[in-house]
C-alpha cells in the first residue's frame, strides 16, 4: 500500500526544487553583478587559454538551467547543463581545492559536489509527474 506523498513523483520534485532554487541564488547575485561575473569568469577563462566569452555560459547554468529545472521543463538537460557548469566550476576556479577537507572534516568542495551530483541524478531521473512538462 503506497501512502499519498511516498512516491517517486514527490521524491522527484523536491530534487528539482532544491536544486533549482538554490542554484537560482547563484544566478540572481550574476544578473545583479554582470560586469564582476564576467570580469572574473572571463579572467579565469583566458587563464586556461579558454575564450573569455565562454564566462556568458554561467548565465545558462546559474539562470537559464534552474528555471527549467524549477518549473520542470526539459528537466534533464537543465541537469546536464547544472553538471557542466559544476565542472567548469570546480576545475577553473576550485581546482586547488579538490582533496582538501575543511576545519571541521567536511570536504572544501561539498557545496559543488551537491550541485554537480544532484544535476547529474535529475538527469538520469527525469523531471517526475510534477512538472510542466514531464520526461
Known sequence: MEIPFQ???????VLRLTLGV???????AKIVNPDRTLDFMGGLLTAAGLPAYLAYGVFI???LAPVLIVFGIFSRLGGLIVVINMIFAVL???SAQLL???KN???ALELQGFYL???LALFFLGSGRFAVKPD
Open 100 to 102: 582538501t577537507l575543511t
Open 61 to 63: 547554468g546559474e539562470v
Open 92 to 94: 577553473l576556479a576550485h
Open 117 to 119: 551530483l544532484t544535476g
Open 22 to 28: 538554490l542554484m537560482a541564488f547563484h544566478g540572481f
Open 105 to 107: 572534516g567536511g570536504w
Open 7 to 13: 512516491s517517486d513523483a514527490w521524491g522527484k520534485l
